[in-house]
T-cell receptor, first 113, second 114 residues
Framework: NAGVTQTPKFQVLKTGQSMTLQCAQDMNHEYMSWYRQDPGMGLRLIHYSVGAGITDQGEVPNGYNVSRSTTEDFPLRLLSAAPSQTSVYFCASSYFPSNYGYTFGSGTRLTVV | ELKVEQNPLFLSMQEGKNYTIYCNYSTTSDRLYWYRQDPGKSLESLFV?????AVKQEGRLMASLDTKARLSTLHITAAVHDLSATYFC??????????????FGTGTRLQVTL
């Protein structure tokens, strides 16, 4: 099925550990982005990419790193996990302009202890 | 900085009643979306509103956009329990010729009771 695939669905990390959240889309969308969702705060943009080799920071980029080597993949790296990064992470993709909306992945629930 | 405000944040309503969720935003937008989220699930696209005066309807939900007032509404007609979920509006603004930024409201948690 066409769409946005995120892995893993759940993850528990210890403080200081690093990990990569995977995101892949098969719709040939140029635009991909990562959001975190925290209770009472909606979704906030972490990083985004407008195409392979091009990334930029969003609203809350500190502690996260991204790269885009292919159109399909947009991994999010946590460099040294902190409890404040406990959240649900969503990857989204779209054409530009996004006149048909954004497609969201199923999310990754991350807990940092 | 763009701010997107939704109200109410929580809405408890009886089945069969009508109600409206409001979404105000602070700067000119290029697109506005409404999403639904069920607990523990991803976001489901409901409506894409592209221009002033746009109105879209799907079942018991109707969304409208007034770009001059920077206001979008999501109207619920004759609510049923299946509509219980959290509803988000999100405003999309073009940053460059190839990129845009999507900013979400804080969401409205809707609970429909018998």
């Amino acid at each position: 099925n066409a769409g946005v695939t995120q892995t893993p669905k759940f993850q528990v990390l210890k403080t200081g550990q690093s990990m990569t959240l995977q995101c892949a889309q098969d719709m040939n969308h140029e635009y991909m982005s990562w959001y975190r969702q925290d209770p009472g705060m909606g979704l906030r943009l972490i990083h985004y990419s407008v195409g392979a080799g091009i990334t930029d920071q969003g609203e809350v980029p500190n502690g996260y790193n991204v790269s885009r080597s292919t159109t399909e993949d947009f991994p999010l790296r946590l460099l040294s996990a902190a409890p404040s990064q406990t959240s649900v992470y969503f990857c989204a993709s779209s054409y530009f302009p996004s006149n048909y909306g954004y497609t969201f992945g199923s999310g990754t629930r991350l807990t940092v202890v | 900085e763009l701010k997107v405000e939704q109200n109410p944040l929580f809405l408890s309503m009886q089945e069969g009643k009508n109600y409206t969720i409001y979404c105000n935003y602070s700067t000119t937008s290029d697109r506005l979306y409404w999403y639904r989220q069920d607990p523990g699930k991803s976001l489901e696209s409901l409506f894409v509103l592209l221009s002033n005066g746009a109105v879209k309807q799907e079942g018991r939900l109707m969304a409208s956009l007034d770009t001059k007032a920077r206001l979008s509404t999501l109207h619920i007609t004759a609510a049923v329990h299946d509509l219980s979920a959290t509803y988000f509006c999100a405003v999309d603004i073009d940053l460059t010729g190839t990129a845009s930024k999507l900013t979400f409201g804080t969401g409205t948690r809707l609970q429909v009771t018998l």
